[in-house]
């Protein structure tokens, strides 16, 4: 238990330091470039995640699981894995600028913006690395490599600032991140006596085999979480891409320690699964409490604040961030239950019918979008997002009946004497724990 807890203590604190520095950033540079230069980036970020699940081949979901089944045959995973991936981001990187080019043919920026950005995707074939060091329960050498990348790039960045470069350089600065973390985490896989890369065709097939059921699925999350910033690119401006995503990043601001709390339940669901349903339940709803009443805390307290907000982080040339931001806030509530609920249903075994409620959530994402942008603008993007994860993770509950089983627990999970009754079992375990020490 101590290897499992100060595993996931480095997770945690990459990610802590990373959202710091990312809201820092992202920030300065926002105010820097101006809404629509900072659309524009945004814009290329959001092409290039659209083809990521087909560049990942679905594999980040199986391959701890892989060096956990056959340590023996590491290395060949890890190698077949690369190449594999490799191929696949190569011609992710063409369909990526094809796209663009018959979409953009008259914007020159957005043309050479777009193929600087992809570049990132022949790095980020190297993330496989990390499952192997997740597999080891030694995620901080991960973490510090991620660290010391992400303190790199953000000098850089601020480097660009001050020298007041182009936006084509603002492009390539997530290419140097991942560079210098496939660097690193090759050197340290090869201090730690990892084994020899190798390629072998039947294990990419049987990979792939196992693998291809979570594309779809991923993209599909991929689609209801980026179409709005395409979608307002093409149907309104750049500057419309830019007050949205300001007004997304800081919704987003707290994500890191909702991520932290569901991370740290997932393993004790899983245990009271085996030892009673009761226990199991209990705890799957405790989660969804807790979710819930602290997501509502931050939604009326960024509502209420987003003017401060925006004015202080992105300053006024972002006023029209406002609105989408006391609408877009409202949606993390939904978004993080989905996220707990789907530690319910890999725990029930369910995981075939997650395509299928995220093809819903894309399919209804894409029409709302094109409904509601040409009335609101900015803010029907925000619209579309907080009715798209309210559809996909509270309504496709009751909609599809394999899965109609978590919506019961949720519904208790609304209960404010257990989130009251949760918190004050918190405090007296950190003040029992304090006492001791």
């Known amino acids: 238990m101590k290897k499992e807890i100060e595993n996931a203590s480095w997770i945690i604190l990459c990610r802590i330091v990373q959202a710091i520095l990312a809201l820092i950033i992202s920030m300065i540079t926002a105010r820097y470039l101006g809404p629509s230069n900072f659309g524009l980036l945004n814009y290329a970020i959001s092409v290039v995640a659209f083809v990521l699940p087909v560049m990942r081949l679905g594999l980040t979901s199986i391959l701890v699981q892989e060096f956990i089944a056959e340590p023996d045959k590491e290395g060949e995973t890890l190698g077949t894995s690369i190449i594999i991936s490799m191929i696949s981001a190569i011609v992710c990187i063409i369909g990526v600028n094809l796209f663009v080019f018959i979409t953009n043919a008259e914007e020159m920026d957005t043309l050479i913006v777009c193929a600087l950005y992809s570049s990132v995707l022949v790095f980020q074939v190297f993330e496989v690395f990390n499952y192997w060091f997740q597999s080891k329960l030694q995620a901080k050498y991960s973490s510090i490599i991620a660290l010391i990348a992400y303190g790199i790039v953000s000098f850089y960045k601020v480097y660009l600032l001050i020298t007041k470069k182009s936006i084509y350089w603002f492009s390539v600065a997530n290419t140097l991140d991942y560079l210098i973390i496939a660097i690193g985490l090759y050197i340290i896989y090869r201090n730690k006596c ?59 601001m707290t994500q890191f320690i909702f991520a932290a709390i569901i991370d740290s339940m997932r393993p004790t669901i899983f245990e009271g699964k085996r030892v009673s349903e009761d226990v199991y339940k209990q705890n799957l709803t405790r989660l969804f409490s807790i979710i819930t009443y602290l997501s509502l805390i931050q939604s009326i307290l960024m509502t209420i604040l987003a003017p401060i907000i925006i004015r202080i982080l992105y300053g006024v040339d972002y006023s029209a961030s406002v609105s989408a931001l006391q609408i877009v806030v409202w949606y993390t509530t939904f978004s993080y239950l989905g996220s707990a609920r789907n530690i319910w249903i890999l725990a029930e075994g369910k995981q075939k019918y997650l395509w299928q409620i995220n093809l819903f959530g894309a399919l209804a994402n894409v029409f709302l979008n094109a409904i509601l942008i040409p009335i609101v603008g900015v803010n029907g993007a925000a619209l579309a997002s907080l009715v798209t994860q309210f559809l996909t993770n509270v309504v496709t509950g009751f909609i599809f009946k394999p899965i109609r089983g978590v919506n019961e627990i949720l519904v208790r999970g609304f209960n404010p004497r257990l989130f009251l009754e949760t918190f004050s079992i918190v405090i007296r375990s950190i003040n029992g724990r304090h006492s001791n020490e």
């Open 194 to 252: 990892g084994q020899k890369l190798t390629y072998n065709g039947k294990r990419a097939r049987r990979l792939l085999s196992i693998s291809k059921y979570y594309i779809i699925s991923d993209l599909m999350v991929v689609v209801f979480a980026q179409t709005d910033r395409v979608m307002l690119k093409s149907m309104i401006d750049n500057s419309a891409t830019g007050y949205y995503s300001a007004a997304v990043t800081c919704a987003s």
